[in-house]
């Protein structure tokens, strides 16, 4: 049975008076697919953001409250950044990848945790790119730049590069939003796979997406949480009103 790999209690985040998140207080089960739902604007991707300490680039935010990510305070002023955000990758809306080839942009990975034997090496991103369903695709390729690759095959190649650090937890913010339909599946089937050895954070606006692949559901209005619970109960038996709206598309 999983734990509970992140606990959140009484976050707030503001910037001078105005309030940002308020008030936060959630469980996220470890080797689940949490995904955060929510209209625009709302906090979701700033919620992730605290979560790897991002928020720190920006000196205007200020924070209260605890995170805990394996028993321990991430918000606390001795947390080791560097170590913490080794732990949690992060996929971004858009993939970014490193301006070299295929093969190097997991190399430098592999390399940042201590990888030095060049067999090894050459494993290892085998391995990874399999991770992401990108090897049979690259294969012949990999020293071909990647901005040559399609933005699928580029989310998935930032997908490989985030795992070849071994973090614990994948941050995905809107992951799938800028591809096309077939790649939007690799994704969310290669997730769907991921959480047996990953805790899963996924922010997405699309419900069918959510439907599909969420083990668990928190819905956040105005920078609070408005309801949380497993996914079968949030999507076919939702208690807050709030939430009933947003399940109608009555506000975006």
């Not at 190649?157 to 995905?172: K, M, S």
Request: glycine residues 6%; aromatic residues 8%; proline residues 4%.
């Amino acid at each position: 049975m999983s734990g509970i790999k992140v606990k959140v209690e009484n976050l707030n985040l503001k910037i001078k008076k105005q309030y940002i998140l308020k008030n936060l207080n959630l469980e996220i089960p470890e080797n689940k697919i949490t995904v955060i739902l929510g209209p625009s604007g709302c906090g979701k991707t700033t919620f992730l953001k605290c979560l790897n300490r991002l928020i720190d680039l920006h000196d205007e935010f200020k924070t209260s409250g605890k995170i805990f990510i394996d028993n321990q305070d991430i918000l606390n002023d001795d947390i080791d950044i560097m170590k913490l955000r080794q732990k949690i990758g992060l996929l971004s809306q858009r993939p970014f990848p490193f301006p070299m080839n295929i093969y190097k942009n997991i190399a430098f990975s592999l390399k940042l945790k201590g990888l030095r034997d060049q067999k090894v090496i050459n494993e290892q991103v085998e391995y990874y790119l399999r991770q992401a369903s990108l090897w049979d695709e690259v294969k012949d390729r990999l020293r071909d730049p990647a901005s040559g690759l399609s933005i699928g095959q580029q989310q998935r190649l930032c997908l490989a590069r985030g795992l070849a650090v071994d973090p614990e937890i994948i941050l995905a913010d809107e992951p799938t939003s800028a591809l096309d339909p077939i790649s939007s599946q690799v994704i969310e089937t290669k997730f769907t796979e991921l959480k047996k050895d990953y805790t899963i954070i996924m922010v997405t606006h699309i419900l069918r997406q959510a439907r599909r692949i969420a083990d668990n559901v928190v819905f956040m209005y105005s920078g609070e949480i408005i309801e949380q619970s497993g996914a079968e109960e949030f999507f076919e038996n939702p208690k807050e009103e709030l939430t009933k709206q947003y399940l109608k598309g009555l506000f975006n």
